[in-house]
């Protein structure tokens, strides 16, 4: 098997086309780099969410069971 590049910096020369080569690594690492922070502060959004929706739903039914004691 023959090695493409005969050196590092040949390798991160990319024949001529660096820029663009590392242009589009860069710009396809930043995007999924976004895509996971964006996801992961969905979740949390989401679970926080979840929280406050279990939170008003116990609180509705602690409120409904003192109606009923008290009458």
Known sequence: MKAAF???????AMGGYAFYVWLAVGVTIATLALLAGHTLWQRRSLL???RRQQ????RIRAARQTNIKEA
Not at 55 to 58: D, L
């Open 48 to 50: 926080a969410q979840v």
């Open 6 to 12: 005969n050196s590092w910096s040949d390798f991160f």
């Open 55 to 58: 939170a008003r739903e116990r």
